[in-house]
Each structure stands twice: as C-alpha cells, then as structure tokens.
C-alpha cells in the first residue's frame, strides 16, 4: 500500500482567469490564487492544477502560448508564481501546470521563424505542406473549432495545420529538435519545483506521416461539432504518440521520481489505456472522462468502471473527472440535487478524483447573451451552441459585489444567483454541496479503503449502482447510488450486511443502521461503513 501523493490525493482544477482577480482588472490571476490557498486547503484537496498562465494573445484563452517559459502580465509574473508555489508547499499541497505541446500561438518567436521563408531552420518545427495540384487544402483534415484544418501562408506559398484555431498552429512532432525544445520547457518547470503537468491534447501530438483523409463518421448528426463529421483515424491518436510519452515520463523522472504526468485523451477505454504506456512508462494518468461523456443512467456507469477497471493494466492507476474547462458542468448536465449523487461517486471510487472549481458549490454553467460570447468554438459555430463560457464563469465567493470574485468588471458576467449560492453560505449551512464534498474528502482521505483500497462492484439496474470499497485491516464502505430523482429498494442480491449511514446525499439519513433491504430517496445516495 505504498502510494504516491497522486494516487491518495485529490486534484483541483483552477481556471485562473475566473478564480480570483487581485488588481481589479476582471481576470483571476495568481495572487488571487494565493488568496484562497486557505480555503483550498480547508477543503482538503492535494494538488492544484492551473489552467495556462503564459504569455498569450488569448485567441484561445491561453491554450495558444507565446512564451512557454513566462507569465502573462494579466496573472502577474514570475515571483508571484514563485510565491504561489512556495505557498502552496508549504501547506504540504501540489502545483500542477497544463502543457501545451501539440501547439503554439502563431505569435510563438518558433512560429514566426517557421512561416517567414521556406528554408528557415524552423522551417519544419510546424507541419507544412504543399497545395493539391488544384490548389486546394492537402488533405481533409477538420479543425476542432470549425472548418477546415488547413491554412494558406501566402507569403511562402503552401499550407501549415492547426488541429484548433489558425492562431494554434501544430508543431511537428517527428522533428528530434522540436521534441527537446519541450523537453527543455518541461525542465525549466520542474527545476522550479512544479509537480507536474496536464498534459493539453496528448492523443493529437502526431499525425499520420502519410496525411491520409480521415474517413467519415456513420454516427454523425447535424447539430453536432463540425469537427464530428469525420473520424480522426489519421489525425490523432497514431502508435507513434507512446514512444514520444514515453520520452516525456522519462524526462519527469530526471530530478525525482515525485511528479505527475496527466494526459488529456479523448478516447474509447480500451485506447485510453494504451496511454499507461509498455509497463506504466508512459501518463501516469491518462485522464478518464467516461462520467463526462456517458449518459447518466446507472446501468451505463457501472459497466463502465467494470470496463475500465478491467482494462487498466497492472499497476495503472485510475481517475476520475466530472467536469473540465471544456464541458458543461456537472450541476447542469444532471441537476443540482443529482449533482450531489455525483459527487459521492467521484469521491468514492477507485482512482484520483479531479474537481474542477465550483464543481464543490454546484455552480451551474451560466447564461451567456450571444453578444457577450467570447469562447472561439462558440463564435466559429454560432448555431451549435458549444461556447465554453458557460461553464468558465467567475467563482462565487460570497454575495458581495461580483460575489468576491473582483472589485472590476468581470471578464465574463456572473452568475444572476451568487448572492445565494456560494462558498460563503454554503460553508454555513450543514446540508450544502460544499458541506457534502468537505466531508466526502475527509473520510476518503482518512479511510484506506476509500482512497487507495479495491473496487467491487455489487449491483446496478436501471435506477442504481451499489460497490463495495475494501482494504485490508480497515473498515470496509457500501456505497448505494440512485442515479433518477424517484425512489428505489436495494437488497443485496449474495449477501447480507449491516452498517451505520456515515455519509448521505440526503443528511437525515445519517447515522441510521441498516440491514439487508435499503430504501433510497430519490436523489438519494449513502456511504455505508459495514460492520465486521
Ligand atoms: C484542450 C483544452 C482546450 C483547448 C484545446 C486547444 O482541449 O482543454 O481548452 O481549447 O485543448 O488547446
């Protein structure tokens, strides 16, 4: 049971720009993270990872890097970084950074080398390619923001991709020189002390050497992503993309062997997994997002965590997420009771959990008036509804102005009930979201079973899951789920048990012993110490 900081701790995702604002511009920035450490702490979460704080002409809100190796003037520099992390240390938590490798901003000095004549040296750090003898795009490659992939550089007469914005130009990742200018970035970081990195994008990092078309998607339907027309067989996730993950792990274990590498990966389980690498040498965790993507039905959810804690390799570590930056947020995808629910399966299961900020208040996502959008997938596809704004709103702090969040005009509105849904209430009040997940954390984290100890899986029907958590020497956890908003009986189909209610959704419940049958409320979820 000797377990790393990132198998046994909780991650915390920060967008920075929506945090905290110290300067009254609007935008979060890092002493307004520093700020709240308190309050991060309190909570009970291990580790922070920060959403791009770098030098930036935010075309996408920081995930377009100038300058890999800076601070945008809009979070402050580098001693306010050097003071977060100092913090952050010394509270015995982590600081994680989102890398962004598979691209740069087009302002990127390597970019700006790259498109200014054909025979740069830096010609080849970024993918360029001739027209069709039409003159036409060279392959039919589509951009995850809308349109097409590809964009004509008139000056040097052919085409670069970019799998996001024109402004995100892909660096190429076959070229020896561009992989240890990463790995350089990546040392920089480490050097400073950072824990680790959120590795932006790994499945894309390289591309079919042969720029094959991508086929199209059977399972397409008009109201989705442009980008879903196709299926990016040839464009993302090729074999060659291990060994490159493979060359970052090794370059994280150069100083220790502390840090964490968690990679962003869109993929069914059984490819998601491939990212553990030959032997775990690859991500440590390749980030799960089943609980993001799957419908919210019972039977669904646990065939799939049978799925993939079947297809984890040995010793690959598991996790979990609800919510990121780039999706709806939990409360609005399954309500804010239901939202409760979640919270105990994201706490409970088998594998790290990652919070994404004001997921612990249930913050919906807000309404954002059309001409206040300023995500690029929402203005590239105004008719598909798919701006991330909604759910990268300012945190609610209180129910001061702009909820705490800042004395300016926030970079994006607030939500119109902050006044009654934020942290400072909801630390108040015993029957809150925040209340649910301070105490959900504290027993996982004092509980061997419930943070690092195995997974059974007991019963699911239509309406509920139930699965055990065990570990040897400790107190073993029933957890019963109702995933609908109606009630529901449980007994266990193969044995019998009794327990005491430590934790429930619907707190009233708390305390009472139970055997054999259980009648759950709608919404209604239990953590069940059994007795020995
Ligand atoms: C990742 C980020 C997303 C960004 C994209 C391009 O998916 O999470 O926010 O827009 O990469 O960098």
Redesign the pocket.
């Known amino acids: 049971m000797d377990k790393k900081w990132w198998q046994t701790g909780i991650i915390y995702q920060v967008y920075p720009r929506s945090f905290q604002d110290s300067n009254g511009d609007g935008v979060g920035d890092l002493k307004g993270i520093l700020q709240r450490l308190d309050y991060l702490q309190w909570l009970g979460i291990n580790a922070l990872w920060l959403?791009p704080v770098y030098p930036s002409p935010m075309a996408?809100?920081g995930?377009?890097i100038s300058d890999y190796t800076g601070i945008h003037p809009l979070f402050g520099d580098m001693a306010d970084f050097d003071n977060l992390l100092e913090a952050v240390h010394k509270r015995g938590m982590k600081l994680l950074l989102?890398l962004?490798p598979?691209?740069t901003s087009d302002q990127h000095p390597w970019f700006v080398e790259s498109r200014s004549s054909r025979d740069n040296p830096k010609r080849d750090w970024y993918i360029w390619h001739d027209p069709l003898p039409d003159g036409g795009v060279p392959n039919n490659w589509l951009s995850?923001?809308g349109g097409n992939a590809w964009e004509w550089d008139h000056t040097t007469q052919q085409y670069y991709y970019h799998?996001?914005?024109r402004e995100?130009p892909d660096l190429n990742w076959r070229n020896p020189e561009v992989q240890q200018a990463m790995f350089d970035v990546m040392r920089f970081w480490l050097k400073k002390g950072v824990d680790g990195f959120r590795v932006?994008?790994m499945w894309h990092m390289i591309k079919d050497a042969q720029f094959r078309n991508n086929p199209p998607d059977p399972n397409y339907e008009p109201h989705m992503s442009t980008y879903s027309q196709l299926l990016p067989v040839y464009s993302t996730d090729q074999p060659e993309v291990h060994e490159l993950v493979h060359k970052m792990r090794s370059v994280m274990e150069e100083i220790d062997d502390e840090r964490v590498m968690i990679g962003?990966i869109?993929l069914p389980i059984h490819q998601l997994v491939t990212y553990y690498g030959v032997d775990n040498n690859g991500a440590h965790l390749p980030f799960n997002f089943q609980l993001l993507t799957l419908p919210w039905q019972a039977l669904q959810i646990s065939t799939a965590i049978d799925q993939y804690e079947g297809a984890l390799p040995v010793n690959g570590w598991p996790n979990w997420v609800l919510s990121?930056?780039?999706q709806h947020r939990i409360a609005s995808r399954v309500g804010v009771q239901q939202a409760r629910v979640a919270a105990m399966l994201l706490l409970t299961l088998r594998g790290t959990p990652t919070i994404y900020y004001g997921d612990e208040i249930a913050m919906r996502n807000v309404a954002i008036p059309f001409d206040e959008v300023v995500d690029?997938?929402g203005l590239n596809m105004p008719d598909k509804n798919l701006s991330?704004d909604p759910s990268r709103t300012p945190m609610q702090w209180d129910n001061s102005k702009n909820a705490g969040f800042t004395d300016g005009k926030p970079w994006l509105r607030l939500s119109k009930i902050s006044h009654r849904a934020n942290v400072e209430m909801q630390q108040q009040d015993p029957y809150s979201m925040l209340t649910l997940h301070k105490r959900l954390i504290s027993l996982r984290t004092n509980e061997p079973a419930l943070d690092a100890g195995s997974y059974v899986p007991v019963y699911a029907d239509n309406q509920m899951l139930a699965y055990m958590r065990e570990a040897e020497g400790a107190d073993s956890f029933l957890i019963v789920l109702n995933l609908t908003h109606w009630p529901c009986y449980f007994r266990p189909p193969h044995f019998s048990f009794s327990g005491k209610v430590e934790i429930a959704t619907i707190p009233e419940s708390e305390g009472i012993y139970l055997t054999d049958t259980i009648s759950l409320d709608g919404d209604e979820g239990l953590v069940i110490r059994l007795e020995k």
């Open positions: 959403s996408d809100f995930y377009d989102d962004v598979n691209h995850m923001f799998a996001f914005l995100q932006d994008v962003e869109y990121n930056h780039d690029p997938q991330r």
